[in-house]
């Protein structure tokens, strides 16, 4: 694999603001490739995409199931810190439905603005 190219694996965890108690549990995993021909000093851009399953207690109508996959596509800086760790700024599109496995399969788009500390 090219020097440039990473694999990522994250976890995320999430409840509602809205006072129903409702929780997301997510596992993700994605290719991170640095954009180092448009590198400047410090500041490192990457693209990454991948792919994931997410559990929602929460749902929208017609939405199917509560397990469903969890398709992702983004573009972000990396800022490189003296002491070797880094400040991400990121931003995400996001898909998630069940890819048709039930009747019923609503999808959710969002998109997602990510801030990061890598150590």
């Known amino acids: 694999a090219p020097e440039s190219l ?3 694996l994250e976890f995320n965890a999430g409840s509602t603001t809205d006072g129903r108690h409702r929780a997301l549990l997510s596992i993700d995993m ?3 490739n640095y954009l180092d021909r448009l590198r400047t000093g410090r500041l490192r851009p990457y693209a990454e995409a991948g792919i994931g399953l997410i559990y929602t207690d929460f749902q929208v109508q017609d ?3 509560r397990i469903n996959f969890n398709p992702q596509l983004g573009v972000g800086l990396e ?3 003296k002491n070797g760790h880094a400040l991400t700024l990121g931003f995400r599109l996001h898909h998630l439905s069940n890819g048709n496995l039930l009747k019923d399969n609503r999808g959710v788009n969002s ?3 990510q801030v990061g500390y890598l150590f």
Do not use: E
């Open 63 to 65: 939405q199917g199931s």
């Open 111 to 113: 998109a997602l603005f």
């Open 30 to 32: 994605l290719a991170l």
């Open 79 to 81: 800022y490189s810190l």
């Open 6 to 8: 990473r694999l990522k």
